[in-house]
């Protein structure tokens, strides 16, 4: 596709319920990367997969966090019982992986979650 | 530990410079950006620095970067209306792929 997109664009929820988020990167690229962004502040990472496996998962608050990328390509951020402090902007970014350069990171426009 | 810092805001005069600054603290990052961020929109990769480097320009952007200090500038160039956003400065510490981004910088741009 032309650049990353997020389905849905706005999610709300009630306390203690389920929610998927998805991701489908830009064609081609190995690395994608899921970050939350919570009113005023600036992204903070969650978690970086390269191909299928998660690189890097140190930013994922709690075990009630998860992401998958079963196939390499398009990805889903899963939050169990949700709680009022995970309502944020989750932004996915994806790169090409390319090892030696700065692998820039493309962010798509967000997925805003309201837990109520 | 990692941790990058920026004004909060910016007023500025269209037709003026301005300079947004930022403190990082990971010597060990080898790239440091900047993005920017429009009103319900994702961000724009505006520009990058390679941690060797003093200085980059790329149109009306120039970037700084002071090493030592572990300071950085984005500095616009007759700044227009349509610069008003909110510019995140961010670094990789140990060069790998994550992201640490500062709160960012709204930057307002008056008549």
């Known amino acids: 596709g032309a650049g990353v997109s997020q389905t849905p664009s706005n999610k709300v929820t009630e306390k203690g319920k389920y929610v998927e988020l998805r991701c489908d990167p830009i064609s081609g690229h190995t690395a994608l990367y899921w970050y939350r962004q919570s009113l005023g502040q600036g992204p903070e990472f969650l978690i970086y997969f390269q191909g299928t496996g998660a690189a890097d998962d140190s930013g994922l608050p709690n075990d009630r966090f998860f992401a998958v990328r079963p196939e390499g390509s398009v990805s889903t951020l899963k939050i169990q019982r949700t709680e009022r402090g995970d309502s944020a902007v989750y932004l996915c970014a994806s790169s090409p992986g390319l090892a030696g350069t700065t692998d820039t990171q493309y962010f798509g426009p967000g997925t805003r979650l309201t837990v109520l | ?111």
């Open chain 2, 1 to 111: 530990g990692e941790d990058v810092e920026q004004s909060l805001f910016l007023s500025v005069r269209e037709g003026d410079s301005s300079v947004i600054n930022c403190t990082y603290t990971d010597s060990s990052s080898t790239y440091l950006y900047w993005y920017k961020q429009e009103p319900g929109a994702g961000l724009q990769l505006l520009t990058y620095i390679f941690s060797n480097m003093d200085m980059k320009q790329d149109q009306r952007l120039t970037v700084l970067l002071n090493k030592k200090d572990k300071h950085l500038s984005l500095r616009i160039a007759d700044t227009q209306t349509g610069d008003s956003a909110i510019y995140f400065c961010a670094e990789n510490p140990g060069g790998y792929n994550k992201l640490i981004f500062g709160a960012g910088t709204r930057l307002a741009v008056h008549p």
